[in-house]
């Protein structure tokens, strides 16, 4: 049994360290400069953080005067004066504390604001290698399509010309070519503008970077390490501390203060028992009367409030984000399913078709045609699998440790 659980854990370790080793991988899709404007945020939101952090620390002020006086008959004195003076709160009701937990909730917000943007950005750039390779797929597809199309004109021509077939049917067969060739045409057009996109995004040669293959993960996982989820509880927290923070400004704080003074005396106090250097300091006690504070406390707190609710709404979100896909999944199952049916039927048919035709009883024409199903259908199989692995990227980008 130990040995057991022992490989169960050793395998999830294996699994995790391989999916961080992914993402790296997948970090590579983006250019260098899109990499490196990211790595910028990063650290301007640690340094931005520390600052918040330290914020309820207050300077120390240096102040260096030079003062000349025309007040003495016959002269001007001149005076310099260095003085440090120090300000600062050691108690403020919570709010100090307070005002370190939102800091540093609001560094993890906004981390986890900056790696999800990261992470969209790179899924967008994989999202597109799929859609090229979708495009691709099904640009081949449409080109059997023509040829049956081709094949079709031809078969109702030579019944037209030989008076056993409307025209409307041929006219029908020419219009049904036209609209796949037309239809051939956007795709192209289509594939120009997912390389333009792909090109904002990275320099890498779209087909020289390997697919990543998907697969689902489970719901507790989704829903436990969902990154817009986290990002949400971080802010829930941040400004509950803010809350806190607000109302600890209108309570009793406490200050110690102090000041050096280095200075010329005043001639006029010249005879005086009066130092030119000198300390004061002592201890503080202060609350303000803000005929606002009530309001700023109420706005805060339902800040706070709306905060907690929009957690809710997530988790809920969430939750209904995974259950989507789950459904879209279960369709592309049957769709591909079906498909795989249809590939094993048309294979059978293009056998009978073409042994028929070896012995006469069928067209060259009627084998060809179920050649060019069987290979469309086969065609519809490998689209599904890429719709598929479009719906799991959402699932992954999304997902801490996923890719």
Partial sequence: MKRFAYAIFCTAALIWQSAALYAQSLESVLSPEKRKL??????????????????????????????????????????????????????????????????????????????????????????????????KLQQ????????????DIRQKRDRYEAGVLDSSFLDQAILAKSRDETALLELRFARTELLQRFRLLSDKDPESFTLPRLTLVSKKTYTSHNLELQRQRYVERQKRYYSRMTLAKYLPSVSLNGRYSDGDLNPLWASAPIKERYYIYGIGVSMPLDI???????????????????????RKAVDEEYDWIVNALAILDKKIALAKKDVAL??????????LAKAGEKTPLDAEVMRNTLHMRRLDKAIYE???QIKLLYLYVRTEHAI
């Fill in 140 to 151: 081949e597809r449409l080109k059997y399509q023509i040829k049956n199309d081709e094949i």
């Fill in 386 to 388: 890429i719709d598929k």
């Fill in 38 to 135: 990211f790595e910028y945020d990063l650290q301007r939101n640690e340094y931005e953080s520390d600052k918040l952090s330290k914020s309820w620390i207050s300077p120390i002020m240096l102040r260096y005067d030079r003062s000349y006086t025309t007040q003495f008959p016959g002269k001007t004195v001149r005076t310099d004066n260095f003085s440090v003076t120090i300000d600062q709160p050691i108690f403020r009701s919570g709010g100090i504390y307070n005002a370190v937990k939102y800091a540093s909730q609001t560094r993890l917000a906004n981390r986890a604001g900056i790696v999800l943007q990261k992470r969209l950005m790179i899924a967008d750039a994989v999202r597109i290698l799929f859609e090229l390779r979708k495009n």
């Fill in 292 to 314: 606002n504070s009530y309001d700023d406390v109420q706005s805060a707190r339902i800040e706070m409030l709306k905060a907690q609710t929009e957690t809710i709404e997530k």
């Fill in 346 to 355: 048309y294979r059978n048919l293009y056998k009978v078709t073409a042994n």
